[in-house]
């Protein structure tokens, strides 16, 4: 069973029908139990790092996340959340993996969110990765980004260089919408639900 | 490097796509989902699906559509038409968007905005502006989906779209009413001068009629994306060869 946390991410049902599109029926849930017996979890997320670790912890499942020994695929904010802590909000975050979420360098012609197609160069090659070329293309949006270091799988760069996908053992993230980003995305969701658990 | 958008448009109405000129005399262009899938196939970067008598109609747009697009493409999905509360917001977001568009209800309570930034994040606002440049002054116009229910409001174009950046919107669609339907080309100077004074992404829209046009607005002015809908639904222009043309004449585009 593939659990989908049902937190606040208003990008959940693009994200069902992704995995739809490849075949796999996803369950929604913000069960800790369904949580824990999943073979894998995905944990979506759109809006304030803060207001989506506050619904965590009102759902109470921050514990229940960190102990995850499943494959778990963060996505957008839902790959903020595994950080240590983010400027957006001033909030803590799950610290899963070290590091802190900046808020884009404001620049001339440099439009803030960071919205569109960018592309991502790999660092190595991680099986999420696997059979993606390099600077492929995948869809951002966001005013918050996630800094470069030593899990960082695919990196992009705006003005300011951050992770674009990271991987610390069995957690993985990827700060673009794989949900949305055409092919190159449907790639990384078919090698998380094909990776050994 | 991030790469600029092309953006087709399905103005919808009972259920079928339709294109007017200058927002007037609507005809049928076809098949809702024939069209989503085609342009997600031909490599769009973002699809935009605007119901455009729901304003106007005082209803929100048809939500069988959004899910029923929204299941079948994989780039992002923008919905537009009458949502004018959060719930109405939340409902189209849980069916399949990935942003919400508004611009009426947004100019009969520009708060709505900031209610929309706070339940989902600025990134999932987009706010339409209809814009029409009469005497030297460019005028924000509502209702613009009905012709017989169009009004022009008091609202200047540029200190509206100041406005809206202030109450969180996180990107802005300039309509230029003029262009609209013509196919004479984006309205270049409406366009820079919305560039100007504002820092977050902006689409430029009406007036595509050739490759040439999307060519010279990426060139001329910083938008970030261009919007268009007759001349895709009428493959008078295929986005891939629109691509491949932009490509070399070296502006970044995925390919």
């Known amino acids: 069973m593939i659990a989908v946390i049902d937190s606040c991410g208003s990008n959940i049902t693009s994200v069902l029908f992704a995995l739809q599109r490849l075949g796999v029926e996803a369950t929604l849930t913000s069960n800790p139990d369904e949580i824990q017996k999943a073979e894998r979890v995905i944990l979506p997320g759109v809006g304030a790092a803060s207001t989506a670790m506050e619904k965590l912890k009102e759902q109470d499942l921050t514990q229940c996340i960190t102990s995850l020994t499943q494959p778990v695929l963060g996505i957008c904010v839902g790959m903020q959340l595994l950080f240590s802590y983010s400027e957006e909000g001033f909030a803590e975050l799950l610290n899963i993996i070290p590091g802190e979420i900046k808020h884009f360098t404001p620049e001339k012609d440099k439009t803030i969110p960071h919205m569109g197609w960018n592309s991502v160069t790999f660092r190595n090659d991680h099986p999420l990765v696997k059979g993606l070329p390099d600077n492929s293309y995948f869809y951002f949006v966001h005013s918050y980004y996630p800094h470069v270091g030593s899990y960082t799988i695919g990196e992009c760069n705006y003005g300011d260089r951050f992770s674009a996908i990271v991987a610390k053992d069995n957690f993985m993230g990827c700060q673009f919408h794989p949900e949305r980003s055409s092919k190159s995305g449907s790639m990384i969701l078919k090698n998380f639900l094909e990776m050994p658990a | ?255």
Not at chain 2, 54 to 61: E, L, M, P, Q, W
Not at chain 2, 108 to 113: C, D, L, T
Not at chain 2, 126 to 145: A, P
């Open chain 2, 1 to 255: 490097m991030l790469t600029k958008r092309i953006i087709p448009c399905l103005d919808v109405k009972d259920g079928r796509v339709v294109k007017g000129v200058q927002f007037r005399n609507h005809r049928d262009m076809g098949d809702i989902l024939e069209h989503a899938q085609r342009y997600a196939e031909e490599g769009a970067d973002e699809l935009v699906f605007y119901d455009i008598t729901a304003s106007s109609d005082g209803r929100v747009v048809d939500k069988e559509w959004v899910r029923k697009v929204a299941r079948v493409i994989d780039i992002p999905f923008c919905v537009a038409g009458g949502i004018r509360n959060i719930e109405d917001a939340r409902k189209i977001l849980n069916d399949g968007a990935d942003k919400i568009s508004v611009n009426s209800p947004a100019l009969e309570s520009p708060g709505f905005i900031t209610q929309l930034a706070h339940a989902f994040g600025t990134q999932c606002v987009v706010v339409g502006i209809d814009s029409l440049h009469e005497n030297g002054h460019y005028i924000v116009h509502q209702y613009t989906g009905d012709e017989e229910k169009t009004i022009k409001t008091s609202r200047g174009t540029m200190v509206w779209a100041k406005r809206v950046q202030e109450l969180g919107a996180g990107e802005i669609v300039l309509n230029c009413m003029n262009q609209d339907g013509v196919k004479k080309g984006y309205d270049i100077e409406q366009l820079q001068a919305i560039r100007d004074v504002i820092t977050i992404p902006v689409i430029a829209s009406g007036g595509a009629g050739k490759e040439e046009h999307f060519s010279d607005v990426f060139v001329r002015t910083g938008v970030d994306g261009a919007l268009a809908a007759s001349v895709f639904h009428t493959r008078q222009i295929h986005i891939a060869d629109l691509k491949e043309y932009l490509r070399v004449r070296n502006i970044q585009v995925r390919l």
